[in-house]
Nanobody, 123 residues
Framework: VQLQASGGGLVQAGGSLRLSCTAS????????MGWFRQAPGKEREFVAA????????YYADSVKGRFTISRDNAKNMVYLQMNSLIPEDTAVYYC?????????????????WGQGTQVTVSS
């Protein structure tokens, strides 16, 4: 599975962005998918994950209620809708695929990673 994230950009605090992740490969629908982010000088951290069917989703406490993860298996796409953005959300955002299908908050359980897209939130 090859992943490519897009949709990042510069936005003012309080604004919204929608990130997209395009996946290649016919078995995409079997994968759990996650979004992670990495700010300068910090470790990569979990943001959100969704199970292979889309029936379960998980969020980091820092984004709960503001971000929504979704997927469209027919289009091999995963999305991250980000609302009420704050400067602390500034980071490079990565999508990742988990072959076990459940979606996970653990970085180590992901086998495939996209190249990342930059999100910058100005105050």
């Amino acid at each position: 599975v090859q992943l490519q994230a897009s949709g990042g950009g510069l936005v003012q605090a309080g604004g919204s962005l929608r990130l997209s992740c395009t996946a290649s490969g016919s078995i995409f629908s079997r994968y759990g998918m996650g979004w992670f982010r990495q700010a300068p000088g910090k470790e990569r951290e979990f943001v959100a994950a969704i199970s292979w069917s889309g029936g379960r989703s998980y969020y980091a406490d820092s984004v709960k209620g503001r971000f929504t993860i979704s997927r469209d298996n027919a289009k091999n796409m995963v999305y991250l809708q980000m609302n009420s953005l704050i400067p602390e959300d500034t980071a490079v955002y990565y999508c990742a695929g988990d072959r076990y299908g459940s979606g996970s908050s653990l970085l180590s359980e992901y086998d495939y990673w996209g190249q990342g897209t930059q999100v910058t939130v100005s105050s």
